[in-house]
């Protein structure tokens, strides 16, 4: 899977888990200032990531994910 790929399924739990059009998620985006997301938000998206891609995000990996490329260059190397 592809960066683009994993961006594609990435934006779609963004959406679906904060209740955002898609269009407005970009790949610059910031889970907390752009999307609005908060602590208990980004625990959950996570848990949803790892579930959709079957892949394990260690915590302390994710509590670095500021922007959605973030998550998305740490899943891609996963992947």
């Known amino acids: 899977m592809d960066s ?3 961006y594609e399924k990435v934006k779609a739990l963004i959406a679906e888990k904060l ?10 985006a910031s889970f907390r200032k752009d ?5 208990l938000d980004t625990y959950e998206l996570v848990y949803a990531i790892e ?11 994710a509590n670095e994910f ?7 260059d740490f899943l891609a190397t996963q992947l």
């Open 19 to 28: 209740e955002i059009d898609p269009s407005k998620i970009s790949i610059d």
């Open 4 to 6: 683009k790929e994993v």
């Open 66 to 72: 500021e922007t959605v490329k973030d998550a998305v």
């Open 51 to 61: 579930e959709e891609l079957g892949v394990s995000i260690p915590d302390e990996k």
């Open 35 to 39: 999307l609005g997301a908060d602590s």
